[in-house]
């Protein structure tokens, strides 16, 4: 009977969003109050300051990935409020943790100083994925004051693209010699202030760093301590290389169910693994990012952003959709003696481009996932492409069918509903071959295949849907 209870008051507790908006109405409503009666000795009267640390005690309570998430759903002047209140040894995590956009508005209110102390707190793989937004002078500062070890560990990272497995590499791997007890293994752990996040194994390298297998945690708690390393470790490993394309690991990690893995040189030499956390973040973002591209929106976009920067967003697209828009209408232009004899065309029109531009986005999405997680080869393309093609026409025949017997049903025209269907079928057809050629030809061209296909597979399907209809009406009914 609790069980209920216990859910009700889940529920109904604030999120951490919740609660910061709410005190910082309570901060907000005493500051507003203060210039309105410009009585500035309500603002270190006890009920403000009590209102600021209220806001500073909760803020220090939470972790930095909810504190990225309440800056980024704050407008700006609240988020640089915030902002201030974040304890400096949270910023380097909080601005890892935020959306690029956010990033960006944070770091520019910051003073360089306040940027190099906040990298203090990074190791140098989370310093590697900061630099791409951090003036140039905080790099040269941060770079001087980085041992040499970690120097050089920071500018190797720098030098990997963004969609590289290098990119992902984390620098944290504990390493151990094949040639000593379980036993030595142990107390080598024991004296770590701590192991690095998402250790599952040990990397059993020789003198060289030349990786020769991996000790499973579990494998060392449960073994004879007088053991041998190189008894119990497994030869058989997953070994990423730091070119490879960051999807190839992600794509590993969800196979083989990975928590970390190795990432070496041509000659196996261990430079460091890479953490299912990491692989996490890197699959969100590129999600988020292929959600956005597909209606032809950049991730840079701050919700908060200025009118004008979220119109120079968003024009490049809105202008190329007008365009294919004036196509479309340039389209029905062409027939506009057939649509003034039979007014029913008009009416019919929209439904054969919107059942072409849904089928449409539905083949445009099988193919960016399928090419995400490469699942698409050469020699695969052309089977794909009549697979899809064998989809449309079986949907084309069915809802083509139920299409055409509702408008002989409405307009008694045995003629008219003969056209819906095979108009029906052909724009499907259109459809799926497009939806299946516009992301691979992008990919082709060196393009993200998710950038704007969802803009153009419509274009392409509301044009190609008035003409195939508009002319079958003109041929068979007039």
Do not use: C
Not at 58 to 65: E, S, T
Not at 87 to 104: F, N, P
Not at 190 to 206: A, C, K, N, Y
């Amino acid at each position: 009977m609790t069980e209920p209870a216990e859910n009700n008051n889940q529920e109904n507790t604030p999120t951490p969003l919740e609660q910061v908006t709410y005190l910082l109405q309570k901060y907000k409503l005493v500051e507003g109050f203060v210039q309105d009666t410009s009585d500035e000795s309500l603002t270190e009267s006890p009920v403000q300051k009590q209102n600021l640390t209220e806001l500073h005690d909760f803020l220090n309570q939470l972790h930095p990935a909810d504190i990225a998430h309440i800056l980024e759903a704050l407008p700006l002047e609240d988020r640089l409020l915030i902002w201030s209140m974040v304890k400096a040894e949270h910023d380097g995590e909080v601005l890892l943790e935020a959306s690029d956009a956010v990033r960006a508005t944070l770091i520019t209110d910051m003073g360089s100083h306040e940027l190099v102390a906040a990298t203090e707190y990074l190791n140098t793989d989370e310093i590697a994925d900061l630099a791409p937004d951090l003036p140039q002078e905080v790099i040269d500062d941060v770079f001087r004051s980085l041992p040499i070890a970690e120097r050089e560990q920071l500018r190797s990272a720098m030098s990997y693209p963004e969609d590289s497995v290098g990119a992902l590499m984390d620098f944290n791997a504990i390493t151990i010699r094949e040639d000593v007890r379980l036993e030595v293994v142990l107390r080598y752990l024991r004296r770590l202030d701590e192991m690095p996040d998402h250790t599952d194994q040990l990397f059993v390298v020789d003198r060289d760093e030349q990786l020769k297998g991996v000790l499973l945690i579990n494998r060392l708690l449960v073994s004879d301590p007088d053991t041998l390393v190189a008894e119990v470790m497994a030869k058989e490993m997953i070994k990423l290389h730091p070119n490879d394309v960051a999807q190839q690991a992600a794509n590993a990690f969800e196979r083989y169910d990975l928590v970390s893995a190795s990432v070496v040189d041509e000659n196996d030499k261990l430079l460091g693994r890479v953490t299912v956390d990491t692989v996490i973040d890197f699959i969100r973002d590129k999600a988020e990012s292929e959600a956005l591209n597909l209606a032809g929106l950049s991730k840079d976009e701050d919700l908060f952003a200025p009118v004008l920067k979220s119109v120079k967003n968003r024009w490049v697209w809105l202008a190329i959709n007008l365009v294919t828009a004036f196509i479309a209408s340039r389209v029905i232009g062409f027939f506009e003696d057939s649509i003034e004899k039979l007014v029913a065309l008009a009416a019919l029109m929209p439904i054969i481009a919107g059942i072409g531009g849904n089928s449409g986005n539905q083949t445009i999405t099988m193919i960016v996932r399928a090419l995400a997680l490469d699942q698409i080869s050469t020699r695969s393309t052309w089977k794909l492409i009549f697979k899809e093609i064998g989809v449309s026409a079986v949907n084309g025949l069915i809802w083509g069918t139920i299409v055409g017997l509702l408008t002989f049903a409405i307009y008694q025209s045995p003629q008219l509903g003969l056209v819906m269907g095979i108009a029906m079928v052909l724009n499907l057809l259109l459809a799926a071959l497009l939806g299946v050629l516009i992301p691979l030809t992008l990919r082709n061209f060196g393009h993200d295949p998710a950038i704007g296909s969802s803009v153009m597979i419509t274009a392409v399907t509301d044009s190609g849907g008035f003409f195939i209809f508009l002319s079958l009406a003109t041929i068979f009914l007039l």
